[in-house]
């Protein structure tokens, strides 16, 4: 499969929309979650996508096509970009939320290729494949838990976390 | 160069893959073909002449009727080549690009019939036809000379398994159990488009930034695409074909494949492997291809391979361009060893004298 190169551009498009907002935009970036939550946030959605990808062609025996690939790539990324965005209202939630997800994606990735050493599935695909598999599921476990855990101190501040406006 | 001369030579066959993209570098491959072909039959009157071509004669989508004059002429050129002896026989493998959306489409069995179709038209005489034929799996034995054949079969078909058509796939791994134990005093070179071997990129060796930064690299590592050797599919479709072979109790001399743009000549061992294995899939495209276990040579350079048989011996000669844009030369040559305790040897030939 050859991924096409709009999957990658368009990620590279996203990373570059959220590092380099207008300064005015930018002087909303006083909220907890900053450049790093962004960048964070674009690991996630890489990783998501890349588990996703992973269960589902990998459950195919293979994608035959190169649009399954791309579709279940982009949407696994889509979707958690879009969760992640979707919390700006509420800074310290998703901080929680992007940083949760990353601790979890490391965690599952390691409980992953932990099973896979563990049940004996030898190859080196395999083992790769379990631990994006379990990465994904760890961001998206981590990601959930931070979203709904409340903070130990409240946000004195309503600033939106990323200065990002969709055209929506 | 000039490899060594090997006397008595009954039949040789010319290995060339992938090259169904119109490029320069396929242009040199081609003209040399020809250029050789001429000098095998001036050489070796009494031997037969056979063409391999391995598959993905047509990119991308193989043979389409509404663009027959664009996809003829990625064809005509291969046939033209071939016909550079006039004895020569050429068959056509399909590769996964022949089968236009994948085996598994309701409408790719109709590309393969095309190619079929078209190739019978520029070659009435049938010097030249697409094998296995009807979009079927094979396996079809090519006999090249006394005591060696070539057993063909269509990979793109086991790994997509389309149900309902051939008989299935357990019917064709009997059937390659069958045909291996029937002919197993002979020197046996089995043929696809899909490698059992490689260190090519369909086995992952493509670095983090190829294709995008690590997205194409973990989809190959993770064996995401059926094309790549790590897929299930693919892997699956290996173990049946060691598993069928195995249960003949023979081993084939090699196997022939292209899918990897590269070249490579690579002994394995263990049970169910033929004794070699020939990676020749750079007519066309090059692509890196890195020493794996058992690699005698590998080279991303375009080019080609030819197998030498006689009574008593086979060899296996590599041509290949050196560097971009310069002329093919004979750049790596060894004997066939066929017994398992010498397949470790395969000396390389001192490649003499110039051309």
Redesign the interface.
Same mark, same amino acid.
């Given at each position: 499969? =050859?991924?096409p /190169?709009s999957?990658?551009a368009g &990620?590279f498009l996203a990373v570059a929309v959220f590092l380099t907002a207008p300064s005015a935009l930018n002087a909303q970036f006083s909220g907890p979650c900053r450049v790093g939550c962004a960048a964070t946030l674009m690991l996630d959605s890489y990783l998501v996508a890349?588990g996703t990808?992973?269960a589902i062609? /990998?459950s195919m025996?293979?994608? =035959? /096509?190169t649009s399954q690939?791309v579709i279940s790539?982009g949407s696994g990324f889509v979707f958690t970009a879009g969760a992640g965005i979707a919390l700006q209202g509420d800074g310290n939630r998703q901080r929680r939320a992007v940083y949760g997800g990353a601790i979890g994606g490391a965690l599952g990735g390691v409980v992953g290729l932990g099973v896979a050493v563990g049940i004996g599935k030898g =190859?080196? &695909?395999d083992r #790769? =494949?379990a631990a #994006?598999i379990g990465g994904g599921i760890g961001v998206l476990a981590g990601g959930a838990l931070g979203a709904i855990t409340r903070g130990s101190t409240q946000d004195p501040s309503p600033t939106p976390l990323f200065a990002l406006r969709l055209p929506l | 160069m000039e490899p060594p001369v090997l006397t008595g030579i009954s039949g040789s066959v010319f290995l060339v893959g992938d090259a169904g993209i119109l490029s320069p570098g396929r242009d040199s491959v081609l003209a040399h073909l020809a250029r050789e072909l001429r000098r095998h039959e001036a050489d070796t009157p009494d031997a037969s002449r056979t063409v391999l071509f391995l598959g993905d004669n047509i990119y991308e989508v193989g043979a389409r009727e509404e663009f027959r004059t664009e996809d003829q002429q990625k064809l005509m050129p291969q046939l033209e080549a071939a016909r550079g002896a006039a004895d020569a026989r050429a068959y056509f493998l399909p590769g996964n690009h022949d089968w236009a959306m994948g085996a598994d489409h309701p409408e790719a069995v109709e590309s393969i019939r095309r190619q079929q179709a078209w190739l019978h038209e520029l070659a009435p005489d049938s010097s030249a036809r697409l094998v296995p034929a009807d979009g079927c799996p094979g396996p079809e034995l090519i006999p090249v000379s006394p005591g060696v054949s070539l057993i063909l079969i269509d990979t793109e078909w086991l790994l997509r398994g389309p149900e309902g058509t051939c008989g299935g796939e357990e019917r064709f791994y009997e059937k390659l159990t069958d045909l291996l134990r029937a002919h197993s005093k002979e020197r046996l070179v089995l043929a696809a488009h899909h490698p059992m071997a490689t260190g090519g990129a369909h086995a992952g060796n493509v670095s983090g930034l190829d294709g995008g930064p690590f997205i194409r690299y973990l989809a190959i590592k993770a064996g995401l695409s059926i094309q790549d050797l790590a897929s299930p599919r693919y892997s699956a479709m290996l173990t049946r074909l060691r598993e069928a072979i195995s249960a003949s109790g023979v081993q084939p001399l090699g196997f022939a494949a292209g899918h990897d743009h590269s070249l490579q000549v690579i002994g394995m061992t263990g049970e169910g492997q033929p004794a070699w294995q020939f990676v020749s899939g750079s007519a066309s495209k090059s692509s890196k291809a890195r020493r794996i276990e058992g690699t005698r040579y590998a080279s991303d350079q375009h080019g080609y391979m030819r197998l030498d048989f006689t009574p008593m011996a086979s060899r296996v000669t590599v041509f290949a361009q050196t560097a971009a844009d310069t002329p093919l030369r004979a750049v790596f040559t060894c004997e066939l060893a066929e017994e398992p305790e010498s397949i470790t040897t395969c000396a390389e030939a001192p490649l003499l004298g110039s051309r």
């Open positions: 499969m =050859s991924t /190169r999957v990658t &990620a890349s990808a992973v062609g /990998r025996g293979g994608f =035959s /096509r690939g790539w =190859s080196a &695909a #790769l =494949s #994006l | -």
